[in-house]
């Protein structure tokens, strides 16, 4: 490509790029007063988050109600499971070999504080919860995004049973989804001013937390996505659509990792994912379907960030992370608790939650890995949403066979 080609591209995600690094400058620079920046980066998050309820249900929901070929849908929602649960895993080995051999506790000098921890939820009552709600109400709310994309799931199916798209319903869904998507566009235009100030504020309050004690955490833990992403993100993307596929993905991924990196919200991206699924060929009801689910269940880089907390909890506690059963228990854990993530900024608490009580740590080790998710949050969050993207690939290619790029244009 020549330089011209190069900046259509790249143009947004370059400025996004810049927004944050400047931020990231002013905060180091003006230190905890760079906080009064904080507003504008709050502004923005929170157009965002509002927008993705609605756009949630309305994707969903037009995309399943205008999907008379039933068949189709449980392919769809099949291989999206076993890719998830694949790339899952692929995750947890190469974390479990990376903390074995730079254990991430190493010549750490942490002084055990006291905290209370909440008691233990059952794991048949999270599950409860983490799927439904007991009221309407409660799926007015970006927290419960999984009991939304039931709801939606369900309302698709019955406009598919009453005439689908064609009906007055599925017309008024598409035209709805077409009103969010521009409002979309319309928001992300704040997006460079609106995550520079994010950021500045978040470099300025907790920068120094970066130094010291868990400074090998973060030596361990950045490297090692950015490896997971070089490494395996072209992989994926080649197995989805071979050379074309890795071009494409190369050429649309930034603005969705820029996004997440920026907002530590999977949910907070969902927009950017759409529209990069879009530039790359994807059909859309899979990108509907898919991005949606995986803003709460493909957790590729909170899978990374588990099993570093947990193997930074055996080296604080002077205990041995070895065996076959610890291994299998760090991955069901490390899964687990990518699950229940509710994609807000710093909402891994409840996974880290799980993490201690499961593996019987005492209540002081919640603050240790508290600390850390905040700071492997940025990196984590870049993973699991741009993640969503080469998943929506990938299911694609098992849907629609390994033609489907080539009789689609960007």
Known sequence: ?????????????????????????????????????????????????????????????????????????GKILGSLVLIFIATGLIASVLVLVTVNIFPPAANTTISMGSAEMEEATSIGSMIVKTV????????????????????????????????????????LLNNLNKVIMKMVSMIMKLAPIGLGAYFANLVGEFGPQLIGDYGRVVLVYYPLCLVYAVVF???????????????RMLQNILNPAITAFGTQSSVATLPVNMEACKKIGVSEDISNIVLPMGATMHMDGSVLSSITKIAFLFGIFQIPYA??????????????????????????????????????????????????????????????????TIASMMVTRVVEGKNWLTKKAI
């Not at 939304?148 to 689908?164: C, H, K």
């Not at 993100?233 to 071009?247: E, N, Q, R």
């Open 233 to 247: 993100f072209p992989i994926y993307a080649y197995l989805a659509g071979g050379k074309l596929g890795v071009k």
């Open 1 to 73: 490509m020549n330089k011209k080609e190069v900046w259509k591209s790249y143009r947004f995600p370059l400025i996004l790029l810049a927004g944050i690094v400047t931020g990231a400058i002013i905060g180091a620079v003006m230190g905890k007063k760079a906080t009064v920046l904080a507003p504008l980066g709050d502004i923005f998050i929170n157009l965002m988050f509002t927008i993705v309820v609605p756009m949630v249900f309305v994707s969903i929901t037009s995309a399943v109600g205008s999907m008379l070929n039933m068949k189709r849908l």
């Open 132 to 171: 439904t709600v007991n009221d309407f109400a409660g799926l007015l709310s970006r927290k419960n995004m999984l009991p939304i994309i039931v709801f939606a799931i369900m309302t698709g199916l019955a406009v598919a049973a009453t005439g689908g798209e064609e009906s007055p319903v599925g017309k």
């Open 323 to 388: 065996g076959v059963g610890t291994y299998a228990m760090s991955i069901v854990v490390a899964i687990l608790s990518a699950f229940v993530l509710s994609g807000a900024p710093g909402g891994g608490l409840v996974g880290e939650m799980l993490i201690v009580s499961l593996f019987g740590f005492p209540a002081e080790a919640f603050p240790l890995i508290a600390t850390i998710g905040f700071l492997v949050d940025p990196p984590a969050t870049c993973l699991n949403a741009s993640g969503d």
